[in-house]
């Protein structure tokens, strides 16, 4: 009891300054512009050449995002992203946190003159897969616009003493050890779920039903509460960012509390750590790769001229050698010019959604592994 008062007082520290961190990382320390009307703090750049040359010069531009969170990853790289694109389009933007369901709601009913843009990441789409929200949302009610970047953060954690600090490792001690079980903790309907399911039919391909059927689910939890089972060894892997998990990998930490990292979603670029496809982990014969990626969404009716000058702004963004060292302060991957393209954007998230789909078909229940 004493150990896990102490743990959750120690956690509830590092969390304070993890938020912290975040808060800075994406305002206060950068120097991209400033949003009219925005939270950041961020002292205003100079304005790009060219800069406000849009239809929306001067107005009022609401950017909605599908959490209701100011401190996560949704609304750093939105925030960041709406700064440049203020300053380059020459209007006024503003981040809103109002959650995934409004979000979308609000692209449903918006007027198709790029006042309203949503900016998030799969669960755009992943939400409808699950079923959390109404397929009246599909991707084809809406104009998907211009990615705007990627978090790959997302990776599996274990306690530092375990047998184990890969996937292939765990797959061969599940191996070693036939009346073994492995627990990963992570959450329904989200990027965990479709990772591990991803691992699991991995293992379940290569090795059967016997290997495979000894990973085991434990289901829900915060980052918070998540850590606090694996450091009571009620779980033997958590899934969460990098970002929550590094502080718990270094020298000096407590030896119940230290952990490693491994399995991310993507190349996270500047820690280190291997991603499951550098692990081998395939799905339908290719790399599974599946960092967050981020995207404008607008309404169906979208003009189709105003969506060519935001085309042209996040182009002229992700080109911007501040806006690349911004993005690279919070760990997340800038695009190029081509890959921020709409058509190339369409195509790269409908192909994603369908990968997805098609791996939520062949899962099985979570349910059935708990």
Same mark, same amino acid.
């Not at 991209?32 to 750049?45: F, I, K, L, T």
């Not at 209007?91 to 609000?106: C, P, R, S, T, W």
């Not at 979603?265 to 820690?271: E, I, K, P, S, Y």
């Not at 290719?286 to 981020?294: E, I, L, N, S, Y």
């Given at each position: 009891? %004493? ?18 961190? !975040? ?14 009307? *925005? ?12 800069? *406000? ?57 918006? %007027? ?30 809406? /104009? ?9 953060? *997302? ?44 691992? &699991?039919? &991995?293992?379940?391909? /290569? ?8 990973? %085991?689910?434990? $289901?829900?939890?915060? /980052? ?14 958590? &899934? ?40 081998? $982990? ?14 404008? &969404?607008?309404? %169906? ?16 963004? /992700? ?36 990968? !997805? ?14």
């Amino acid at each position: 009891m %004493k150990l896990k008062k102490f743990v959750s007082l120690l956690l509830s520290g590092a969390m304070a300054l993890s938020m912290a961190a !975040c808060t800075v990382g994406g305002g206060s320390n950068s120097t991209a512009p400033a949003a009219s009307g *925005g939270d950041s703090s961020a002292p205003a750049a100079a304005a790009p050449a060219g800069a *406000g040359a849009s239809s929306l010069k001067g107005q009022n531009v609401r950017v909605v995002i599908g959490s209701t969170s100011t401190s996560g990853d949704s609304y750093m790289i939105a925030d960041l992203v709406t700064r440049y694109l203020s300053a380059e389009m020459g209007f006024n933007g503003k981040v809103d946190a109002i959650g995934n369901a409004a979000a979308l709601d609000e692209i449903a009913n918006a %007027k198709g003159d790029g006042k309203t843009v949503m900016m998030f990441h799969d669960m755009t789409f992943l939400s409808v897969l699950f079923g959390s929200v109404s397929e009246d949302y599909a991707l084809e009610t809406m /104009t998907v616009g211009p990615r705007i970047g990627q978090n790959p953060g *997302g990776c599996f954690g274990a306690a530092a003493e375990s047998p184990y600090a890969k996937l292939s490792e765990v797959t061969q001690y599940l191996i070693d050890n036939p009346d073994k079980t492995v627990s990963f903790n992570i959450e329904s309907g989200a990027t965990s779920h479709l990772c591990f399911a991803a691992y &699991y039919l &991995y293992v379940q391909e /290569t090795h059967g039903d016997e290997v495979a059927g000894r990973i %085991k689910a434990i $289901v829900g939890g915060t /980052t918070a509460e998540k850590l606090q089972r694996l450091w009571d060894r009620n779980a033997d892997v958590i &899934y969460g960012d990098t970002s929550a998990f590094a502080q718990y990998t270094e020298d000096g930490v407590q030896d119940q509390l230290k952990m490693t990292m491994f399995g991310s979603c993507g190349t996270v670029n500047g820690v280190e750590i291997d991603s499951m496809a550098d692990d081998g $982990v395939t799905f339908n014969g290719a790399p599974f790769d599946f960092a967050k990626d981020f995207a404008m &969404y607008f309404p %169906k009716d979208m003009d189709a001229s105003v969506l060519a000058e935001y085309e042209a702004a996040m182009k002229k963004v /992700t080109e911007n050698p501040q806006f690349q060292a911004d993005m690279a302060k919070l760990f997340y991957n800038t695009l190029s010019a081509d890959e921020v393209g709409v058509e190339a954007s369409q195509k790269f998230i409908y192909d994603k959604r369908e990968m !997805c789909s098609e791996l939520i078909e062949r899962s099985p229940s979570l349910d059935s592994l708990t």
